[in-house]
């Protein structure tokens, strides 16, 4: 299976090693190509369809506030330019951040010092998802939940068991009617020739269509929604947004 071939060190020695800006952290299509525009706006369309199934109760709201992850954060351009953009006056908002490239993690409070001078920056986990959050050891998750966890071009980097588990734990974080989503580069399932496929380069591997939605009601998820990003270059594999829902909500 192309997911045994997934190393942690080696991706992180790879990501450690690339710039830490908008064009290091996708692979070349930084500012200069119309791609991190487009697709952060068609997550903001995809999300904002998706706003009134995403209402939680007051008292939740309350108590854990709107908070959200944004796993394999890079430098913290989706926080920046999407989950900042989602309810932007809501002082309720905190954005917590999981990126274990210790580069990344250091361009990353430069990127959000506006939200930290707002008081609306969670916590910053300097760590690799497959530690999260049960090598977590300051406290920090004490009595938090999550109103909404992002996941995007970086569920690759860890091995389909462990997507798995993943998912399972940030399912018992999420408050009730709390959502995932994932934005990810995928395979269009059209046969069984059609398979996962590794990259060396990165140490990560890009899924079906199929793998992914087999995954997910693994997991325990009910798939909502899930829509192509439209407009990105031919040559790149086709992205597709998925918003899930615990199955027992
Ligand atoms: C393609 S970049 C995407 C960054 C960001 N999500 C974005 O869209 O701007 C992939 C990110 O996944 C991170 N990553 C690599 N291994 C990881 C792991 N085991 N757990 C979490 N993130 C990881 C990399 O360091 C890198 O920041």
Redesign the pocket.
Known sequence: MADANIN?NT??SY?ESTSSD?NG???GYGEQTPVPVVEQNGSLKFVRKLKSRMLISAEEEQIYGKRMM??????G??TKNVLCEIEPKNPNMRFDL????TN?VMKMHDELNPLKEAGLLGDIYHM???DWPHNVTDGSMNNKKYWLIWC???LG??PDNELIYLLERCKSLLVKNGTIIVKENTINSYSLEDQDEFDPQ?SSVTRTDDKFRWIFEKAGFNLIACEKQKGLPAELFPVRMYALKPRDN
Do not use: K, S
């Open positions: 942690y991706a992180v990501w908008v952290v996708l692979g944004d796993f394999g954060a890079g430098i351009r989706v999981l990126e274990p490239a990344f690799g998802m497959q995007q071009w970086c980097q860890v990165d």
